[in-house]
């Protein structure tokens, strides 16, 4: 599997709730509890927003929140304020130390 | 707070080397995994590499296997990503990250990267 499959676009208004899905197989999503989350703005550096499928760092706001169901993880943003505009990846250990990335999911705050 | 400057970025013809360094800063450098990630112009992010803490073991994706070495020196607190054999669709920002948690799973970027541009 080349990428992991996140939705190309969701979309919300100010104070929404709104859940990115990123799917892979047994071998990536399914077979490891590895599975974080990017936020990245134009032209900058990604950001960690979620590691180890629900952990959140320090400094991350609590409105994000993620979880993880058979090959399938969500990364879900409550409270939607228009600073969450931006791009969102997924990522996960695909076994021996690799990784795969999701092809990235664009928010909009409507 | 993890600070991580990238170099070595440029303008290349497709068969030619180059060599990216990431100078780390803010962190004990040799407690932690370092990856390079790379982004295409206008696409996702591609996980590239990991070199272990200590330098022991090296993993790469697919399309870079044996043409790509990432190297570390816990002295100057730098891990290096020599290129070869560089192709058009190499052509991307280059990221450093820091490797955090269970199998240095969580990426900590804390650059702006550095461009690689592969044309004839």
């Known amino acids: 599997q080349s990428v992991l499959t996140q939705p190309h676009s969701v979309s919300g208004s100010p104070g929404q709730s709104v859940t990115i899905s990123c799917t892979g197989t047994?071998?990536?999503?399914?077979?490891?509890?590895?599975v974080s989350w990017y936020q990245q703005y134009p032209g900058k550096a990604p950001k960690l927003m979620i590691s180890?499928?629900?952990k959140r760092p320090s400094g991350v706001p609590d409105r994000f929140s993620g979880s993880k169901s058979g090959n399938t993880a969500s990364l879900t943003i409550s409270g939607l304020q228009a600073e969450d505009e931006a791009d969102y990846f997924c990522c996960s250990h695909a076994g021996s130390y690799t990784f795969i990335f999701g092809g990235g999911t664009k928010l909009t705050v409507l | 707070q993890v600070h991580l400057v990238e170099s070595g970025g440029g303008v290349v013809q497709p068969g030619m080397s180059l060599r990216l360094s990431c100078s780390a800063s803010?962190?004990?450098?040799?407690?932690?995994?370092m990856h390079w990630v790379r982004q295409a112009p206008g696409k996702g992010l591609e996980w590239v590499a990991i070199v272990f803490y200590d330098g022991s073991n090296k993993y790469y994706g697919d399309p870079v296997k044996g043409r790509f070495a990432i190297s570390r020196d816990n002295s100057k607190n730098t891990v290096d990503l020599q290129m070869n054999s560089l192709r058009v669709e190499d052509t991307a920002v280059y990221y450093c990250a820091r490797g955090s948690g269970s199998y240095a799973s969580a990426f900590d970027f804390g650059g702006q990267g550095t461009m690689v541009t592969v044309s004839s």
């Open positions: 180890e499928v629900s």
């Open positions: 047994s071998s990536d999503v399914g077979g490891y509890n590895l």
């Open positions: 803010g962190f004990t450098f040799s407690s932690y995994g």
